[in-house]
């Protein structure tokens, strides 16, 4: 059975850092392009990073470019989302997916989620 499950979040002052994870089960997840999306409340779900499946090119989002890292460790199955310099405003909960192609849309390849993981950025 395909399977994300995320986790790290949490409640961190504004300017603090959390690390998420994305762990994979039934599939092997370095084969494919991985996104982080977000969604906060009363809005849309928006992707904010991706990482690629064949060189590990990434992409951010200009809210988050400088302050967020992705990462990829391939023998854990599991990507890594590093948020530094954290806003109010990266308040969500955060979810990862596999997507077509990083850097080219938010397009997603199998509609597979997890529950999330909430991050709540407030002092």
């Known amino acids: 059975q395909v399977q994300f499950v995320e986790s790290g979040g949490g409640l961190v002052q504004p300017g603090g850092s959390l690390r998420l994870s994305c762990a994979a089960s039934?599939?092997?997840?370095?084969?494919?392009?991985i996104g982080w999306f977000r969604q906060a409340p009363g809005k849309e779900r928006e992707g904010v990073s991706c990482i690629s499946s064949s060189d590990g090119s990434t992409y951010y989002v200009d809210s988050v470019e400088g302050r967020f890292t992705i990462s990829r460790d391939n023998a854990k199955n599991t990507v890594y989302l590093q948020m530094n310099s954290l806003k109010p405003e990266d308040t969500a909960v955060y979810y990862c997916?596999?997507?077509?192609?990083?850097?080219?849309?938010?397009?997603?390849?199998?509609?597979?989620w997890g529950q999330g993981t909430q991050v709540t950025v407030s002092s």
């Open positions: 039934g599939f092997t997840l370095d084969y494919y392009a």
């Open positions: 997916a596999t997507i077509v192609a990083c850097g080219s849309g938010w397009l997603i390849l199998y509609d597979y």
